[in-house]
């Protein structure tokens, strides 16, 4: 839950690592959440000014590399982002996809912003 509480690429790598052990093989990674947006999203550049701080973030080479890290060990990788509640962290970067300043979630599903 790398969301709430932000993990170091070397953290989520040795929870990859232990998975095997435990006869898992798929990570749930609880990427996004109202707390925070860490993750680098090229289409939405803007969005990744939502995460706790520009130290506490995941660019699109880290995530690449989490997957290709889990991929070779049998594990696969499903990133959740939570949409359309559990959104306030995208306001940070797109307020015009939040219902108002005081109404930070759910995303604004009336503008055309929120699907642009």
Known sequence: DSARHFEPVAAIKKIVDSLPYAKLNVLHWHAVDTQSFPIETPSRPKLW?????KAE???????????????????????????????????????????????????????????E
């Open 49 to 53: 000014e939502g995460a706790y701080s």
């Open 57 to 115: 973030r995941y660019s699109t080479e880290d995530v690449q590399d989490v997957v290709e890290h889990a991929r070779l060990r049998g594990v696969r990788v499903m990133v959740e982002f939570d949409v359309p509640g559990h959104s306030e962290s995208w306001c940070a970067g797109y307020p015009e996809v939040c219902p108002s300043t005081t109404c930070d979630q759910p995303l604004d599903v009336s503008s055309d912003a929120t699907f």
